[in-house]
């Protein structure tokens, strides 16, 4: 009789530390948890910032990220025994206590306790602020992956042997996107979520796209191009430097494509000088510098590299068969960038005028990318650069004047058309018409529709602001200017 109190208090003791361990495991459930969402959702390049100012957390956290296969397997590792432990533990107590429907008990009384306090709530608070959470529990997570460092090797030598009988190679599929992918996804999120102006993510993008545009993307077409015929006496030759808007100018001889040369407004001004104004003593030859010649693949992250190379500004674009396609200057791979960049001597040329009635009139050989930086549209531009070529293109057919047709969730309405070149658009958005499945409409000019050889009339229109940089690769369009700068 004597030794009953002493039995029951000895239960009491054995109830309460049971009762603790099983919290110590709820709470060792709780950090796992919290460690694996919050290292997971960390900013590296944040972490990267922090530790360069000195916080050796932060380094933890690099660390442990780079090899973050091991670190999950022992965050979740931890997670499952602390909650099996638990578990386990608190059933055989609620056996003891009331007998076989203990199991239903500790079955209902575990899954709430761990859904709440050991998955949700940490996992609530880690999520919110992931970075400081990182922070916190670096030194603890750096132990517990040191812990179970032996234990971890095992289970990645098992679970690499599974998924290598099912054809998956981890190294292979470490990351479905680049850096720079990564970068620019990033960069969109903040604009979305305000973090970033339009402008920036703009100019980052353009930045970032330099290695995937090509220099026939950028360049002024020949079509485009001012250039001077060597034969002309030299005052003529003068008489047009001076005229024109641009700073260097290609010299020809024979026949335009035949580029011998050129020409440095400022070279021929030192000229004149030097001859006291007497323009027609000029050599023109002998002030005209070598013409450097580049291909139209060229990249513009490698072109701009060579510009700064060389310390040049001008070059002479030439296809696979060396014609002279066109002409790109440092100044049209900064537009890329920062948008576009004009002075008080470049020429206005007005290609996108926006309608009050939301549709815009555009010229025919306004770039794409262009219009969806102004608009904010996502009009494709992989088939075609210009407003003209994505209608000819979808079309499959060169349109009349007032035919009108709908594709990509926009209407485009033919206004002017010089020859087999389309100059002058409506564009409107279809609100009936989902983006990207529209399908071309061919037809009959509708009513009111422009007459041939005319412009845009009805509703009032004003000028739009230049785009910034461009984020695509496109085909080779010719750019809206004259020349090159």
């Not at 638990?86 to 206590?97: D, E, G, R």
């Not at 003209?388 to 047709?405: M, N, S, W």
């Not at 037809?443 to 602001?465: E, N, Q, T, V, Y």
């Amino acid at each position: 009789m004597h030794g009953a109190p002493a039995e029951v208090a000895a239960q009491g003791v054995d109830l309460w530390l049971d009762i603790a361990i099983v919290v110590a495991c709820i709470t060792l459930s709780a950090f796992f948890a919290a460690a694996e969402t919050a290292l997971t959702a960390a900013s590296r390049a944040r972490m990267h910032a922090i530790e360069k100012g000195g916080d050796v957390r932060a380094g933890i956290v690099t660390r442990l990220l780079e090899d973050r296969e091991r670190f999950i397997g022992a965050m979740l590792l931890g997670n499952n025994v602390a909650n099996i432990s638990a578990s386990a533990l608190i059933t055989s107590v609620l056996l003891a206590l009331v007998g076989e429907t203990g199991v239903i008990y500790a079955t209902v009384m575990m899954t709430v306790i761990i859904l709440v306090f050991a998955e949700v709530l940490p996992k609530t608070i880690a999520i919110n602020f992931p970075d400081r959470a990182s922070l916190f529990l670096a030194r603890m997570v750096s132990v517990m992956v040191a812990v179970f460092g032996p234990v971890l090797a095992a289970v990645e030598i098992v679970v690499r042997g599974i998924l290598r009988l099912f054809g998956v190679d981890l190294d292979e599929n470490r990351s479905m996107l680049s850096g720079v992918e990564e970068l620019k996804s990033a960069v969109d999120l903040l604009h979305q979520e305000g973090g970033v102006e339009r402008s920036d993510r703009d100019m980052v993008g353009g930045l970032l796209d330099l290695h995937d545009l090509e220099v026939q993307d950028v360049m002024v077409h020949r079509t485009k191009m001012q250039s001077i015929n060597a034969a002309l006496p030299p005052a003529e030759v003068l008489r047009e430097v001076l005229a024109s808007p641009h700073t260097r100018l290609p010299l020809w001889r024979g026949e335009p494509d035949e580029i011998i040369g050129v020409l440095h407004a400022k070279e021929v001004l030192r000229a004149l000088s030097e001859l006291g104004g007497d323009g027609t003593r000029l050599d023109i030859d002998a002030i005209a510098f070598e013409p450097w010649f580049v291909p139209a693949t060229t990249s513009l992250q490698d072109q701009l590299q060579e510009f700064l190379r060389r310390k040049q500004h001008f070059a002479l674009v030439v296809d696979e068969y060396g014609e002279v396609e066109g002409l790109v200057t440092l100044e049209d791979i900064l537009e890329e960038i920062v948008g576009d960049i004009r002075d008080e001597h470049d020429l206005a040329v007005q290609g996108l005028r926006l309608n009050a009635d939301g549709s815009v009139t555009v010229d025919g050989s306004v770039p794409i990318r262009d219009l969806n930086r102004v608009m904010n549209w996502e009009l494709p531009d992989e088939e075609a650069n210009t407003i003209a070529g994505l209608v000819i293109h979808e079309a499959q057919t060169i349109p009349d004047v007032g035919q009108v047709f709908t594709f990509h969730g926009f209407r485009f309405e033919v206004l002017r058309k010089v020859r087999n070149l389309l100059t002058l658009m409506r564009v409107t958005p279809d609100g009936d018409d989902e983006a990207g499945k529209g399908t071309a409409a061919k037809g009959a000019a509708p009513k009111g529709a422009a007459p041939k050889g005319a412009a845009a009339k009805g509703a009032a229109s004003k000028p739009l602001p230049a785009p910034a940089g461009r984020r695509r690769p496109a085909p080779p369009t010719p750019r809206l200017q004259l020349g090159a700068e």
